[in-house]
Antibody, heavy 121, light 108 residues
Framework: EVQLVESGGGLVKPGGSLRLSCAASGFIFSNAWMSWVRQTPGKGLEWVGRMKGKTDGGTTDYAAPVKGRFTISRDASKNTLYLQMNSLKTEDTAVYYC????????????WGLGTMVTVSA | QSALTQPRSVSGSPGQSVTISCTGTSSDVGSYNYVSWYQHHPGKAPKLMIYDVSQRPSGVPDRFSGSKSGNTASLTISGLQAEDEADFYCCSYAGSWVFGGGTKLTVL
């Protein structure tokens, strides 16, 4: 059974940094395409970024609002995906979900429960 | 990319059918068959219900079906059950992903 468990959320001041983690199990993590999706309070879902699997180059892509500030990485030895968030803004306040991707269908097939990030002075 | 347009809410009685629309543009929904739908019960993990416009993942009841016409995709839920009450989001991939604003389904 696929399991994704996020951690690392919390309260941070504008301009600060935070690193989220996503512990994965139940599938071959190193080759999986992974993504982060966030849900802002009272609003819908927003894609944050994606990392391709190792055999596909492991490259990353980001949504325009976070490009240059957020970085996705993975540690295959720990089956863990990370989201490093720098220069945080109040509008980054959201629940952040870790997801796996169906490679050829571009659909988010498994999700974690999410971790809350609050950016406030 | 702008968010896809969904109705804020729909409702139906048990046993009835409801359809949730998702309107995009010729640059996303209209150009690619990468439309997916997600069910989200607050406090739980979102769940993939439909991918590639009309494909159901293993374990999703066949009461859930998807379709697309032009720039609008639709999710139809037939034989409504109380446990179907949730928020539903559509999503389209067109080089990057864009979601709809979400639709709250109420089972009366």
């Amino acid at each position: 059974e696929v399991q994704l468990v996020e951690s690392g959320g919390g309260l941070v001041k504008p301009g600060g940094s935070l690193r989220l983690s996503c512990a994965a199990s139940g599938f071959i993590f190193s080759n999986a395409w992974m993504s982060w999706v966030r849900q802002t309070p009272g609003k819908g879902l927003e894609w944050v970024g994606r990392m391709k699997g190792k055999t596909d180059g492991g490259t990353t892509d980001y949504a325009a609002p976070v490009k240059g500030r957020f970085t996705i990485s993975r540690d295959a030895s720990k089956n863990t995906l990370y989201l490093q968030m720098n220069s945080l803004k109040t509008e980054d306040t959201a629940v952040y979900y870790c997801t796996s991707l169906l490679r050829f269908s571009h659909a988010f097939d498994s999700w974690g429960l999410g971790t809350m990030v609050t950016v406030s002075a | 990319q702008s968010a896809l347009t969904q109705p804020r809410s729909v409702s139906g009685s048990p046993g009835q059918s409801v359809t949730i629309s998702c309107t995009g543009t010729s640059s996303d929904v209209g150009s690619y068959n990468y439309v997916s739908w997600y069910q989200h019960h607050p406090g739980k993990a979102p769940k993939l219900m439909i991918y590639d416009v009309s494909q159901r993942p293993s374990g999703v009841p066949d009461r859930f079906s998807g379709s697309k016409s032009g720039n609008t995709a639709s999710l139809t839920i037939s034989g409504l059950q109380a446990e179907d009450e949730a928020d539903f989001y559509c999503c389209s991939y067109a080089g990057s992903w864009v979601f709809g604003g979400g639709t709250k389904l109420t089972v009366l």
